[in-house]
């Protein structure tokens, strides 16, 4: 991701200020505009905090840290700053999910349906279920659909992501499924959402500023 987005960043009006990896200095990142954050589940939270602290806007796309969300909310109206995040920045994607949320709403009193959501990816992503697939299974359920959900992912080789969300009756099925050709979508959702921020303070979902 992070080759992605210096590379299109042009595109967007932007130039590479910093680059940083694990053990990086915040301090490099004063001057900077906006910051990305593609990490892993485990770093987030640390990167946002130190993010927020130094007053830069952020863009997180970086899933598995939603449980801390009281924590990064602190921490931006501490510094003053502004943060928008997203379990997934693909703009199909995310009209993906306003497609399954009026579907679960239209079934939501139809007894007769049972639904599934289903998701695959390359064998190097760290958290099962995506964070996308748990978005979509809460759309559902904002939806009024509250009946059981079932769930399942796996792991294979480098596929970017499929995500299928289903709804079965004795009478007929549907299958509502977004598929990633690459990563490029998703960087270029983040870098929108970089020309969005700045100047904005608060928490955002990428969904609220498309």
Do not use: C
């Amino acid at each position: 991701m992070g080759k992605l987005i210096e590379q299109l960043a042009p595109e967007y009006g932007f130039t590479i200020h910093a680059r940083v990896d694990v053990g990086y200095d915040p301090g490099s990142l004063k001057g900077s505009d906006v910051a990305i954050e593609f990490s892993t589940p485990d770093a987030a939270l640390g990167n946002i905090e130190a993010l927020a602290a130094l007053g830069i806007p952020t863009v997180v796309g970086t899933t598995g840290w939603l449980e801390h969300m009281d924590r990064v909310r602190t921490a931006i109206d501490k510094g003053g700053s502004g943060l928008v995040w997203a379990a997934n920045f693909s703009i199909g994607v995310n009209v993906f999910l306003r497609a399954v949320h009026e579907t679960a709403r239209l079934l939501a009193n139809e007894p007769a349906y049972g639904a599934w959501a289903w998701e695959i990816h390359h064998h190097t992503k760290k958290d099962a279920l995506s964070g996308t697939l748990l978005a979509l299974v809460k759309e559902m359920k904002a939806a009024g659909y509250d009946r059981n959900i079932d769930t399942s992912s796996n792991r294979a080789g480098a596929h970017p992501g499929t995500h299928e969300i289903g709804f079965d009756s004795a009478a007929d099925t549907i299958t509502l499924r977004h598929t990633a050709r690459s990563r490029e979508g998703f960087a270029r959702g983040a870098l929108k959402a970089a020309q969005w921020i700045p100047g904005k303070k608060g928490v955002f979902e990428f969904k609220e500023i498309l």
